[in-house]
């Protein structure tokens, strides 16, 4: 199982990025897809994740209400969409596969993308 993050970059506050992750080697029917971010100095942190069959969604307190995690079978693909961005977000955003349902307990362990930088201005 192969991972392709892509889509971080630099944003003012209040603007908008979509991340997108590529999933090869296996069909998202089968697995779940999260990401997760890293700031600088903090700890790895789960952002939100979503599971194609049910669909099935997580989303961490922070990022409720401004965050949307969607899937496309036909690409293979997950999608983050953030909107109404904050200094706070900023971090090293990293998709990760695995089996199991999406949920607050979900943690994968068997593939884990590169990462892609957000930034975000004050």
């Known amino acids: 199982v192969q991972l392709q993050a892509s889509g971080g970059g630099l944003v003012q506050a209040g603007g908008s990025l979509r991340l997108s992750c590529a999933v090869s080697?296996?069909?998202?029917?089968?697995?779940?897809v999260g990401w997760f971010r890293q700031a600088p100095g903090k700890e790895r942190e789960a952002v939100s994740c979503?599971?194609?069959?049910?669909?099935?969604?997580y989303y961490t307190d922070s990022v409720k209400d401004r965050f949307t995690i969607s899937g496309d079978g036909a690409e293979n693909s997950v999608y983050l969409q953030m909107n109404s961005l904050k200094p706070e977000d900023t971090a090293v955003y990293y998709c990760?596969?695995?089996?199991?349902?999406?949920?607050?307990?979900?943690?994968?362990?068997?593939?884990w993308g590169q990462g892609t930088l957000v930034t975000v201005s004050s």
């Open positions: 990760a596969a695995d089996t199991g349902l999406c949920g607050y307990f979900w943690y994968p362990v068997r593939s």
């Open positions: 080697g296996v069909n998202l029917d089968d697995v779940t």
């Open positions: 979503f599971s194609k069959k049910g669909p099935y969604t």
